[in-house]
């Protein structure tokens, strides 16, 4: 099992920043993919940005390439997501996943890739 816990999340103006944090514990870390999804009110939940094991493989949406930088470190067992020049659009709840691969530049962009999610973390942009 691995337990993840969203944090970082808040109500911000558009175009300002936050740094999303997802804390994993009860398995290797670097064993695990991680990516970030997000769900906005009444709407299905979305791919926002994936990284591999090692950080050598990451993939954006379209709609956060350019604003967004995912990242981790496996030292402390931490996946980041920086969030830049938010706008109204990218509120929603935002989580995170993990899932265990053994190659070392695979990342998942699709929800039914992961077995593990955190609990999520509110994300508000007002304008």
């Known amino acids: 099992q691995v337990q993840l816990v969203e944090s970082g999340g808040g109500l911000v103006q558009a175009g300002d920043s936050l740094r999303l944090s997802c804390a994993a514990s009860?398995?290797?870390?670097?064993?695990?993919?991680m990516g970030w999804f997000r769900q906005a009110p009444g709407k299905e939940r979305d791919f926002v940005a994936a990284?591999?094991?090692?950080?050598?493989?990451?993939y954006y949406a379209n709609s956060v390439k350019g604003r967004f930088t995912i990242s981790r470190d496996n030292a402390k067992n931490t996946v980041y997501l920086q969030m830049n020049t938010l706008k109204p659009d990218d509120t929603a709840v935002y989580y995170c996943a993990a899932e265990f691969t053994n190659r070392r530049l695979t990342y998942y962009a699709a929800q039914h890739d992961y077995d593990y999610w955190g609990q999520g973390t509110q994300v508000t942009v007002s304008s």
């Open positions: 009860g398995r290797t870390f670097s064993d695990y993919a």
């Open positions: 990284i591999s094991i090692r950080g050598f493989s990451i």
